[in-house]
């Protein structure tokens, strides 16, 4: 009886350990998005509770307003997570032309200038709804360079690489015409890093690097206001210095004093000082000061975790899909979401002047949260469709969640005949067809695969795996 219950719990165990490892990259990014996301909900609750009261409204008033956001978030990622790759590929074009559309009407006077704010106008306000163009200009390049970039024959890789730079170079333009080079920073992440992934020669990619820092450290030595204020900040702060902490210091000092306010487990949830008026922008650009305050060095070394974590599942997505286009997508998005988080911190803590950067998933915003959690909905679709993470879930079934939401079985993306020539494929096309669907050889070859992993693994295949219907092979 025993042999027999230690057999049926190690069979249970096997299961559970082939089931769980394709399926890892999409469980973990998952679970993190959700925590980032409703960490930052607590964190923006306990930093705005002092302004919202001074602008007279709910303790909880900006709270809410994020949550919501986080809510629509939530909804735009789980669209993107329900769409076909190559419905994303379609539709890549058009989401590029809406944002450079938006990116002009933020600039026409009577449309889109919206309020302006620390020194820029990037915003287009519609009664209550506030946009911001940029923030989609990030993912729109990222999706469209991806399926632009992808199965490029070398024919056409200079033309292509060109014609990318070149949009680029216009999106850009948009962006530093509404005065808001903290995102366009951003904005150059996002380009600079699907160019690496895409395979731009590396001399190129040196000398753009290079020349973009030099050209922004003119700009910014030759310009009056906050912006060349933070570069003096910054000298100062690098070398232990604050020679005005009332004038441009201001803020980066406080957040400096709330950091070491926190010592190793922090004041406490809520009990933040800083957000009492010390820090101006304590729930969006120096956020991770306050949660440094309230959660100490544990909290902040676990957030970077989470972030460095991202990182690392992410990449592997890129490096374990066979599809160029869902790989180089996966890289970028992840790219540009780690890189962008390691700016922000860095600046908190005094790595580099202070950009502007929001801290993605947590600092407070509703444009961000929204594009933010899109792009992480179509980081998971591209983990749902990694070769493994197909053949388990045929294999073994979806989790009940993956049920719950609806979402369509995926299916196998290989390279068709048309993106081996590098052509965009159309809607309704032949070999379109054939890649969304996959043959009953193609089911058969990942199901024998997965038996193949188990023997070598565990030394017996599992005898209850759900077959093809029209498969008459032996099972091995």
Same mark, same amino acid.
């Given at each position: 009886?025993s042999?027999?219950?230690?057999?049926?719990?190690?069979?249970?165990?096997?299961?559970?350990?082939?089931?769980?490892?394709?399926?890892?990259?999409y469980?973990?990014?998952?679970?993190?998005v959700v925590i980032?996301?409703?960490?930052?909900i607590?964190?923006?609750?306990?930093?705005?509770?002092?302004?919202?009261?001074l602008?007279?409204?709910?303790?909880?008033?900006?709270?809410?307003?994020q949550?919501?956001?986080?809510?629509?978030?939530?909804?735009a990622?789980?669209?993107?997570?329900?769409?076909?790759?190559?419905?994303?590929?379609?539709?890549?074009?058009?989401?590029?032309?809406v944002?450079?559309?938006?990116?002009?009407?933020v600039?026409?006077?009577s449309?889109?200038?919206?309020r302006?704010?620390?020194?820029?106008?990037?915003?287009?306000?519609?009664?209550?709804?506030?946009?911001?163009?940029?923030?989609?200009?990030?993912?729109?390049?990222?999706?469209?360079?991806s399926?632009?970039?992808?199965?490029?024959?070398?024919?056409?890789?200079?033309?292509?690489?060109?014609?990318?730079?070149?949009?680029?170079?216009?999106?850009?333009?948009?962006?530093?015409?509404e005065?808001?080079?903290?995102?366009a920073?951003?904005?150059?992440v996002?380009?600079g890093?699907?160019?690496?992934?895409?395979?731009?020669?590396?001399?190129?990619?040196?000398f753009?690097a290079?020349?973009?820092?030099?050209?922004?450290?003119?700009?910014?030595?030759?310009?009056?206001?906050?912006r060349?204020?933070?570069i003096?900040?910054?000298?100062?702060?690098?070398f232990g210095?604050?020679?005005?902490?009332?004038?441009?210091?201001?803020?980066?000092?406080?957040g &400096?004093?709330?950091?070491?306010?926190?010592?190793?487990?922090?004041?406490?949830?809520?009990?933040?000082?800083?957000?009492?008026?010390?820090?101006?922008?304590?729930?969006?650009?120096?956020?991770?000061?306050?949660?440094?305050?309230?959660?100490?060095?544990?909290?902040?070394?676990?957030?970077?975790?989470?972030?460095?974590?991202?990182?690392?599942l992410?990449?592997?997505?890129?490096?374990?899909?066979?599809?160029?286009?869902?790989?180089?997508?996966?890289?970028?998005?992840?790219?540009?979401?780690?890189?962008?988080?390691?700016?922000?911190?860095?600046?908190?803590?005094?790595?580099?002047?202070v950009?502007?950067?929001?801290?993605?998933?947590?600092?407070?915003?509703?444009?961000?949260?929204?594009?933010?959690?899109?792009?992480?909905?179509?980081?998971?679709?591209?983990?749902?469709?990694?070769?493994?993470?197909?053949?388990?879930?045929?294999?073994?079934?979806r989790?009940?969640f993956?049920?719950?939401?609806?979402?369509p079985?995926?299916?196998?993306t290989?390279?068709?005949?048309?993106?081996?020539r590098g052509?965009?494929?159309?809607?309704g096309?032949?070999?379109?067809?054939r890649?969304?669907r996959?043959?009953?050889?193609?089911?058969?070859?990942?199901?024998?695969?997965?038996?193949?992993?188990?023997?070598?693994? &565990?030394?017996?295949?599992?005898?209850?795996?759900?077959?093809?219907?029209?498969s008459?092979?032996?099972?091995?």
């Open positions: 009886m042999n027999v219950l230690t057999n049926e719990h190690g069979g249970r165990r096997k299961y559970f350990h082939v089931a769980l490892r394709p399926l890892l990259d469980y973990a990014v998952a679970s993190i980032l996301a409703f960490f930052g607590l964190m923006v609750a306990s930093s705005s509770m002092t302004w919202s009261v602008e007279g409204a709910s303790v909880f008033g900006t709270a809410m307003r949550a919501l956001m986080v809510g629509v978030g939530f909804v990622m789980w669209l993107c997570l329900r769409l076909r790759p190559q419905a994303i590929r379609r539709s890549a074009p058009w989401v590029l032309a944002s450079v559309l938006l990116l002009v009407l600039l026409v006077p449309i889109g200038t919206g302006e704010e620390v020194g820029s106008q990037s915003w287009i306000v519609f009664g209550p709804i506030r946009l911001q163009p940029s923030e989609l200009a990030k993912v729109a390049i990222a999706v469209w360079g399926a632009w970039l992808a199965d490029c024959p070398p024919e056409k890789k200079k033309a292509r690489f060109g014609w990318f730079i070149f949009v680029a170079v216009v999106m850009l333009g948009l962006i530093l015409a005065r808001d080079v903290g995102m920073l951003a904005f150059l996002v380009v890093v699907t160019l690496v992934f895409a395979g731009l020669d590396l001399r190129y990619i040196v753009t290079v020349a973009t820092v030099i050209a922004l450290a003119v700009a910014v030595r030759n310009s009056s206001g906050f060349s204020d933070r003096s900040v910054f000298k100062d702060a690098f210095r604050f020679d005005d902490t009332r004038g441009a210091a201001f803020q980066s000092y406080q &400096y004093l709330s950091l070491s306010d926190g010592s190793l487990f922090g004041v406490g949830p809520g009990q933040s000082r800083a957000k009492w008026f010390y820090l101006p922008e304590a729930k969006n650009d120096f956020i991770f000061a306050i949660i440094g305050e309230e959660t100490g060095l544990v909290g902040a070394t676990m957030v970077i975790v989470l972030y460095a974590a991202l990182c690392v992410g990449f592997r997505i890129a490096l374990r899909s066979n599809s160029r286009f869902l790989s180089l997508l996966a890289a970028t998005l992840t790219g540009s979401i780690v890189i962008q988080a390691f700016i922000n911190i860095g600046y908190v803590i005094g790595l580099w002047p950009t502007g950067i929001q801290l993605p998933l947590i600092s407070a915003g509703g444009t961000s949260a929204i594009i933010t959690l899109a792009s992480m909905g179509l980081l998971l679709n591209c983990a749902r469709h990694e070769p493994e993470a197909i053949s388990a879930l045929q294999s073994h079934g989790p009940w993956d049920r719950l939401l609806m979402l079985e995926p299916m196998a290989g390279v068709s005949v048309r993106e081996g052509e965009s494929p159309r809607s096309g032949e070999h379109e067809q890649d969304a996959p043959s009953s050889r193609r089911r058969e070859a990942l199901t024998r695969h997965s038996e193949r992993d188990r023997v070598r693994r &565990y030394g017996e295949p599992l005898t209850h795996v759900r077959r093809h219907p029209h008459h092979n032996r099972q091995r």
